[in-house]
Nanobody, 118 residues
């Protein structure tokens, strides 16, 4: 069974930081490109950051470039997202998805909630 389990979300003040993890199982993680995406209330899902299977391609949406950093550990089947300088507008459900620039069409997790509030 293909599984994606995200963790690390929470509530943080503007300017704060959070580290998200996505532990996967049931498929050959090291052979797949992966994406962190988010969905804010009342909006559709949007990709935030994407990484290819070998880590030689990383990309970020304009909204998070320079503040968020994606990485992966293929030996642990785990995807990471380091989020810094968080803004109110970063509040959303964050989830990992299989594929490059994916918003979940090829598999995704349930997500972890990130709330930025003063």
């Amino acid at each position: 069974e293909v599984q994606f389990v995200e963790s690390g979300g929470g509530m943080v003040q503007p300017g704060g930081s959070l580290s998200l993890s996505c532990v996967t199982s049931g498929f050959g993680f090291s052979h797949y490109d992966m994406t962190w995406a988010r969905q804010a209330p009342g909006k559709g899902p949007e990709w935030v950051s994407t990484i290819n299977f070998s880590e030689n391609l990383k990309d970020y949406s304009d909204d998070v470039k320079g503040r968020f950093f994606i990485s992966r550990d293929n030996s642990k089947n785990t995807l990471y997202l380091e989020m810094t300088s968080l803004k109110l507008e970063d509040t959303a459900l964050y989830f990992c998805a299989r594929g490059l620039y994916s918003t979940g069409d090829n598999g995704r997790g349930q997500g972890t909630q990130v709330t930025v509030s003063s």
